[in-house]
């Protein structure tokens, strides 16, 4: 191993949570030994426009939701899913990886269970503060079931390999952010709070329609950056310029609207004030490796009610103020906000304890983890042949 490239597939993929921690990790291990990777995900997904960013070559395989109920797609996602670990298992041997990481989703699973299949070492990572039902699968294959938060364990009953904490790692990037150039580049003045709403990278339409409902209120006391997803996705980003354009001229220059935000996220994040957001995995992640005060409203709905509990991660630790959706209105957010902008006292309280919750060595860790896997002898391996 010592005289050769660590030679490891990427698994997983479908959104933004389970796509950068892979990133993270190839970036330290890239410092540590030379890397050949293959990442592995779905047809459609955003995982290939993260491999291919990132210079990592990139094989699709079939994949499928997994669901615990029946309806006519999980029949057809029955057939979908061991056409992919027949395909994984196909890229994996052909690849001839040291180890297998699956950075989580369902779309980790064909590469995990190829990997295991074909005789690799295979690691596992939950960003999540339970376990989902991809990783609670994966877990049966797994050599090293790496977790974000030590609540995720209570899940993990049926498992093959050992458990470690290590954090869900941050895009080092994102430390690095310069206030001043969120001034410059969107025209914001240096002596008006900002706060910075995000629904993630697809955007959250019922955070911004309120958030257009109390945009003048909002405006009159702070700016606002407001990341509302594509317009392909929910239709908001039209209308949200629409209803910049009607505001007067003093409020409408506090008001910057974009679908997404791509290197300037790191500054955005330097000037915010407070962040109002949906409460996935890396939001929690990168809040607490930052410091920012935060209002969370997690996406109902989702799976294990994961966000909820993400989200009290840092509103137990008093980082943030849990926000339900079936409580959010336009009075409701306001309220919430004002009481952080006028207290700055509170603003570092919340920005020290979720500093208090971060792990900035996680990408360390899980490399650490990786090149220890990938150092054992050959016969411990069980490589395929």
């Known amino acids: 191993m010592a005289e050769e490239a660590l030679r490891l597939v990427i698994g997983g993929g479908g959104t933004g949570g389970h796509t950068q921690p892979g990133v993270a ?9 030379p890397v050949e990777a293959l990442w592995i995900g779905s047809h459609a997904g955003l995982e290939r426009q993260v491999a ?5 070559p990139f094989r699709a395989v079939s994949t499928g939701k997994l669901r615990r109920y029946l309806s006519a797609h999980t029949l057809v996602d029955a057939i979908r899913v061991p ?3 027949i395909q994984a298992y196909r890229h994996i041997r052909a690849f001839r990886p040291h180890v297998v990481f699956g950075t989580g989703g369902f779309v980790s699973v064909p590469a995990v269970i190829g990997g295991f299949a074909a005789g690799y070492p295979v690691l596992i990572h939950e960003q999540t503060a339970t376990a989902g039902l991809a990783t609670r699968i994966n877990a ?22 050992k458990v470690v904490v290590t954090g869900n790692p941050v895009r080092p990037e994102l430390l690095d952010g310069h206030a001043a150039k969120v001034y410059q580049e969107f025209g914001l003045a240096p002596d008006l709070p900002i ?17 257009e409902r ?3 209120r909002l405006l009159e006391r702070t700016q606002v950056i407001h990341q509302c997803g594509p317009a392909s996705m929910n239709g908001d980003y039209p209308r949200l310029l629409d209803r910049r354009s009607s505001l007067p001229a003093e409020l409408a220059a506090r008001y910057v609207v974009r679908e997404f935000l791509g290197e300037e996220l790191a500054d955005v994040y330097a000037a915010a004030w407070l962040v109002v957001g949906r409460a996935g995995a890396g939001t929690i992640a990168e809040l607490a490796a930052l410091g920012k005060p935060a209002v969370l409203i997690p996406l109902p709905g989702a799976s294990g009610d994961e966000q909820t509990l993400n989200a009290r991660i ?9 926000l339900p959706q079936r409580e959010l ?3 409701r957010l306001l309220d919430v906000i004002g009481q952080i902008l006028d207290d700055e006292s509170q603003r570092l309280r919340m920005a020290a304890a979720a500093r208090q919750q971060a792990r900035l060595d996680a990408a360390d860790r899980l490399a650490d983890l990786i090149l220890e896997l990938a150092r054992r002898p050959v016969s411990e391996r069980t490589l395929a042949r």
């Not at 990790?25 to 030994?33: F, G, I, Q, T």
């Not at 910075?196 to 955070?207: K, S």
């Not at 840092?314 to 849990?322: D, P, Q």
């Open 25 to 33: 990790v190839l970036r330290a291990l890239y410092r540590r030994v």
């Open 52 to 56: 291919s960013g990132a210079g990592i």
């Open 83 to 85: 056409l992919g670990i």
């Open 140 to 161: 049966r294959f797994a050599d090293v079931i790496a977790l974000s938060y030590v609540t995720s364990e209570r899940a993990l009953r049926t498992r093959r390999g």
């Open 195 to 211: 706060v910075y709403i995000t629904g993630g990278a697809l955007g959250a339409h019922a955070i911004n329609l309120v958030v």
């Open 214 to 216: 109390a945009l003048p």
């Open 314 to 322: 840092l509103s137990e630790a008093g980082a943030a103020v849990l």
């Open 329 to 331: 209105s336009e009075a």
